[in-house]
Nanobody, 121 residues
């Protein structure tokens, strides 16, 4: 079994910064794709940023230039550095990863339980 645990959320003023972390634990052979999603109150879940196979990164337009996704495979950790935060960034942020648990097997998708980011003065 694989668990993803997010941390780093909290209350921050507009213009501030936060760094979210997501640590994967359990039976992990390799982590393929990783991503951060968010769900704002009353809105649908949306993909914020992702690192796809090959190492390319994707971002939604509203966070380009402000957010940076990165990963540390030695620590099985994914980060989301967020700066110049805006009230519209307020949401629960979820970590998502495709994990291969043993050699030769297909990757399976796992989710964390989320961490709340509130941007308010």
């Amino acid at each position: 079994q694989v668990q993803l645990v997010e941390s780093g959320g909290g209350l921050v003023q507009p213009g501030g910064s936060l760094r979210l972390s997501c640590i994967a634990s359990g039976s992990i052979f390799h982590i393929n794709k990783v991503a951060w999603y968010r769900q704002a109150p009353g809105k649908q879940l949306e993909l914020v940023a992702a690192i796809i196979e090959g190492g390319s990164t994707n971002y939604i337009d509203s966070v380009k230039g402000r957010f940076t996704i990165s990963r540390d495979d030695a620590k099985n950790t994914v980060y989301l550095q967020m700066s110049s935060l805006k009230p519209e960034d307020t949401a629960v942020y979820y970590c998502n990863a495709e994990v291969v648990t043993r050699p030769g097997s297909n990757g399976m998708e796992y989710w964390g339980k989320g961490t709340l980011v509130t941007v308010s003065s």
